[in-house]
C-alpha cells in the first residue's frame, strides 16, 4: 500500500529565511506526487506536482521540490519564505493510472516569524 | 473558469440525523473525488466518481455514500450521523482522462464544514 510520511508537523522560521518541509512516500509501482498548501478556513490549493521528467519542479509563489527516487522523497523548499507562506502543506501521491485517490500526508504547518 | 464551488459551507446536524453535501465541477470536468478532513485523521479519501460511476472508494462505513448526475455535478450522503463526523468535507474536480499526465491535476474547492452535536 502507498503512505505518505510527512516528517515535522510544525516549521517554525523567520521571515526571509530558507525553508525544507519533508516529504517521504512508500510505493512499489510508479507514483505521481504534489504539493498542496491550505490557507485557514480554506479548501487545497496545488503548489506544484511531479508528474515525469526533470527531477526538479518549479511551482507557484516560489516553491520548489525535488523528486529523489531513490530516497522517496519530494521535499518542498522555498528559499525566502514571507509572513504570507504561513499555511499548512501537504503532501500527496497517487498511483499513476489511478489519479481519482489522493494519498496525503499527515500535514506540516509552516510558522513564519516576523 | 469559475472553480469547484460545494454547498453549504456550514452545517450544523444533531446525531441520528442525515446530511447530503453537493459539489459543482470545474465546468468539463468529469471526475469528481471527495475527502474528509479532521484533526485526528488528517486528509482520508472517500470516493471518486467519474461519468455518473464510482471508480473507487477509500475505507469508510456505508453511512458515507455519494452519486453523480449527468452533469457531473456530485452529492455526498452521510445517514445516521455521529459525533467522529464532524470534520470539513472537501470536494476535488479533475479532467479525469486517465493516461494523459497534463490532466491529471484535482482542484479542491473551500469544502463544507460539517459539526455534529
Known amino acids: 500500500a502507498q503512505s505518505v510520511t510527512q516528517l515535522d508537523s510544525q516549521v517554525p522560521v523567520f521571515e526571509e529565511a530558507p525553508v525544507e518541509l519533508r516529504c517521504n512516500y512508500s510505493s512499489s509501482v510508479s507514483v505521481y506526487l504534489f504539493w498542496y498548501v491550505q490557507y485557514p478556513n480554506q479548501g487545497l490549493q496545488l503548489l506544484l506536482k511531479y508528474l515525469s521528467g526533470s527531477t526538479l519542479v518549479k511551482g507557484i509563489n516560489g516553491f520548489e521540490a525535488e523528486f529523489n527516487k531513490s530516497q522517496t522523497s519530494f521535499h518542498l523548499r522555498k528559499p525566502s519564505v514571507h509572513i504570507s507562506d504561513t499555511a499548512e502543506y501537504f503532501c500527496a501521491v497517487t498511483l499513476s493510472g489511478n489519479t481519482g485517490k489522493l494519498i496525503f500526508g499527515q500535514g506540516t504547518t509552516l510558522q513564519v516569524k516576523p | ?117
Not at chain 2, 101 to 110: A, K, L, N, S, V
Request: aromatic share 12%.
Open chain 2, 1 to 117: 473558469k469559475a472553480g469547484v464551488t460545494q454547498t453549504p459551507r456550514y452545517l450544523i446536524k444533531t446525531r441520528g440525523q442525515q446530511v447530503t453535501l453537493s459539489c459543482s465541477p470545474i465546468s468539463g470536468h468529469r471526475s469528481v473525488s471527495w475527502y474528509q478532513q479532521t484533526p485526528g485523521q488528517g486528509l482520508q479519501f472517500l470516493f471518486e466518481y467519474f461519468s455518473e460511476t464510482q471508480r473507487n472508494k477509500g475505507n469508510f462505513p456505508g453511512r458515507f455514500s455519494g452519486r453523480q448526475f449527468s452533469n457531473s455535478r456530485s452529492e455526498m450522503n452521510v445517514s445516521t450521523l455521529e459525533l467522529g463526523d464532524s470534520a470539513l468535507y472537501l470536494c476535488a474536480s479533475s479532467l479525469g482522462l486517465a493516461g494523459v499526465i497534463r490532466q491529471e491535476t484535482q482542484y479542491f474547492g473551500p469544502g463544507t464544514r460539517l459539526l455534529v452535536l
